[in-house]
């Protein structure tokens, strides 16, 4: 089992609608990335969390940290949203304390 | 204030021959990551430096590839004889040292996209 499993796998979206995607972890973490990736593209940080909930333009992120979860949501989405959103983490076992782990990524598709 | 900077963007190199990947952090930055996403997977931690020192490289192949971060200068990933697997899309990120107890934000480059021929 994958320490980061991120669900869906793909999303495919209508302009406007709400979308949600999932991340769960197995390991203690000391923070928990969002990551946006467009195709060709550098990695763009969204969201750094370890608790409760953060939140920038059209984008909102929460953590429950008790249930080892995040989710990312966008808010009327548009098509310049799409792109692979990555969840990645921090854990706290040691000799891993600085290295990100990071899931299989989200790729969303926003139809105009 | 410049971003984490990466160059190449695109490398493309023979079989056997060397590839070396730059990584300029952002300012105030002491902190580099490598990491390698191949085709169709996700990404994979490689390797963790401090100016001048080597952290965690647990993530990086035994053999053939290297990285360091000296004193002034970028970070070099460098590849010998490379392969057709090491094609990829390496990314590097930085981050400041943070506090006792406190994680410093790490920021991503752009990547520099391998391809071995």
């Known amino acids: 089992k994958n320490e980061v499993e991120q669900s869906p796998q793909n999303l495919t979206a209508q302009e406007g609608e709400f979308i949600t995607i999932n991340c769960s972890y197995s390991v203690g973490i000391s923070a928990l990335h969002w990551l946006q990736q467009h195709p060709g593209g550098g990695i763009v940080s969204l969201f750094m969390?370890?608790?409760g909930k953060k939140k920038h333009g059209r984008l909102i992120a929460t953590i429950n940290i008790q249930e080892k979860h995040s989710s990312l949501h966008i808010t009327a989405s548009h098509p310049r949203d799409s792109a692979v959103y990555i969840c990645a983490v921090r854990s706290l076992l040691s000799g891993s304390a600085r290295q990100l782990t990071f899931g299989s990524g989200t790729q969303l598709t926003v139809l105009p | 204030n410049a971003g984490v900077m990466q160059n190449p963007r695109h490398l493309v190199r023979r079989r056997g021959q060397e590839a070396r990947l730059r990584c300029s952090p952002m300012k105030g930055h002491s902190h580099v990551y490598w990491y390698r996403q191949l085709p169709e997977e996700g990404l994979k931690f490689m390797v963790y430096?401090?100016?001048?020192?080597?952290?965690?490289e647990s993530g990086m192949p035994k053999e053939r590839f290297s990285a360091e971060f000296p004193k002034e200068g970028p970070s070099i990933l460098r590849i010998q004889q490379v392969v057709r697997g090491d094609s990829a899309a390496y990314f590097c990120?930085?981050?400041?040292?943070?506090?006792?107890?406190?994680?410093?934000?790490?920021?991503f480059g752009q990547g520099t996209r391998l391809t071995v021929v």
């Open positions: 969390l370890s608790s």
């Open positions: 430096l401090q100016k001048e020192n080597i952290i965690d």
């Open positions: 990120a930085s981050s400041r040292g943070g506090s006792r107890g406190h994680y410093a934000e790490a920021f």
